[in-house]
């Protein structure tokens, strides 16, 4: 059974920084491309940073590009995203997702999600 569980995510104000974690079970990390995807209130679901099987291709929303980063260890089969100067515009449930060998930033290229986690940036 695949398991994503997303965590790390809260309260708090503008400027400030927040890491959110993605820990997957139940497949071969390894070969699994993983992304971040973010949905605001009233707005549609949109890719914010996508990280390849290996590590050495990282992708960022331009939104976000100069902020987050986002990092994977293999070893430990989790994914992490380093969000920094947050801005209220980030306000977000944020999804972690992944699919083996997988290329897109639309959310339909991806077949594993987890529950999202709840960013909340006051300004």
């Known amino acids: 059974q695949v398991h994503i569980v997303e965590s790390g995510g809260g309260l708090v104000q503008a400027g400030d920084s927040l890491s959110l974690s993605c820990i997957a079970s139940g497949l071969t990390f390894g070969t699994y491309t993983m992304v971040w995807f973010r949905q605001a209130p009233g707005k549609e679901r949109e890719f914010v940073a996508g990280i390849n099987w290996t590590g050495s291709r990282k992708n960022y929303a331009d939104s976000v590009k100069g902020r987050f980063t986002i990092s994977r260890d293999n070893d430990k089969n989790t994914m992490l995203l380093q969000m920094n100067n947050l801005q209220s515009e980030d306000t977000a449930v944020y999804y972690c997702?992944?699919?083996?060998?997988?290329?897109?930033?639309?959310?339909?290229?991806?077949?594993?999600w987890g529950q999202g986690t709840q960013v909340t940036v006051s300004s």
């Open positions: 997702g992944g699919e083996e060998y997988g290329y897109g930033t639309d959310w339909e290229d991806y077949g594993y």
